[in-house]
Nanobody
Framework: QVQLIESGGGSVEAGGSLRLSCAAT????????MAWFRQAPGKEREFVAS????????DYRDSVKGRFTISRDNAKNAAYLQMNSLKSEDTAVYYC??????????????????WGQGTQVTVSS
């Protein structure tokens, strides 16, 4: 049974920081590309960031470049999203996702097989 469990969400003022964590029960975690998506009320779920199997490649949506950092620890079966300089428009439910690493980076929700339940991030201005 594959489980992705997010934690670290919460409420913060604009300009603040949060670190999201994703704990995975994937048997061969290092074979998976990991990603974060987010969904704001009334909007589609959108790609935020992804990291390849060994952490050597990352990809970000333009609006978070320079503010967010995705990383992973294969020894702990975990992925992370460090979010700095948060803005009110970052408010959303953040989801961890996983798919088998196929060398090309995935940035659409349909490319990912496994999903967590989500964690709420609220940024007040």
């Amino acid at each position: 049974q594959v489980q992705l469990i997010e934690s670290g969400g919460g409420s913060v003022e604009a300009g603040g920081s949060l670190r999201l964590s994703c704990a995975a029960t994937l048997r061969t975690f290092s074979s998976y590309e990991m990603a974060w998506f987010r969904q704001a009320p009334g909007k589609e779920r959108e790609f935020v960031a992804s990291v390849n199997w060994n952490g050597g490649r990352t990809d970000y949506r333009d609006s978070v470049k320079g503010r967010f950092t995705i990383s992973r620890d294969n020894a702990k079966n975990a992925a992370y999203l460090q979010m700095n300089s948060l803005k009110s428009e970052d408010t959303a439910v953040y989801y961890c996702a996983a798919r088998i690493d196929i060398a090309t980076m995935g940035d659409t929700r349909h490319e990912y097989n496994y999903w967590g339940q989500g964690t709420q991030v609220t940024v007040s201005s």
